[in-house]
């Protein structure tokens, strides 16, 4: 899930950050100057220490569920979410193993 030009990603809300939703995820980047507090990344379990840039993610429609993410940890969760639903794909279509 790239921060491409034309991905989609805008600066929204207030104070302003970098947002977009990709395949049913909202995402917010937290720039290292707004990021405050300490929080734990459910991808490692570790925590996200003030003045890290990170993630904030929740599924679409669902804020009340949004969690800080390091960024890599994100990646590699959204990788495997693909994955999965690659997997569950071919499994539904006709002759798909």
């Known amino acids: ?7 989609g990603w805008r600066f929204r809300g207030e104070p302003r950050a970098l947002e977009g ?14 990021a405050l507090k300490t929080y734990r990344c459910p991808g490692c379990e570790q925590e996200i220490f003030p ?5 904030v993610v929740w599924p679409e429609g669902s804020p009340e569920q949004r969690r800080h993410w390091h960024r890599a940890c994100w990646n ?5 979410l693909e994955r999965a639903g690659e997997r569950r794909r071919r499994r539904r279509s006709p002759g798909g193993g």
């Not at 899930?1 to 991905?7: C, H, I, K, Q, R």
């Not at 939703?21 to 707004?34: E, T």
């Not at 590699?76 to 495997?80: D, Q, S, T, Y």
Request: hydrophobic content about 40%; aromatic content about 10%.
């Open 51 to 55: 003045r890290t840039l990170h993630l």
């Open 21 to 34: 939703v990709a395949d049913g995820w909202h995402l917010r980047v937290v720039q290292p100057y707004r």
């Open 76 to 80: 590699r969760h959204f990788a495997e």
């Open 1 to 7: 899930m790239a921060l491409d030009e034309g991905s």
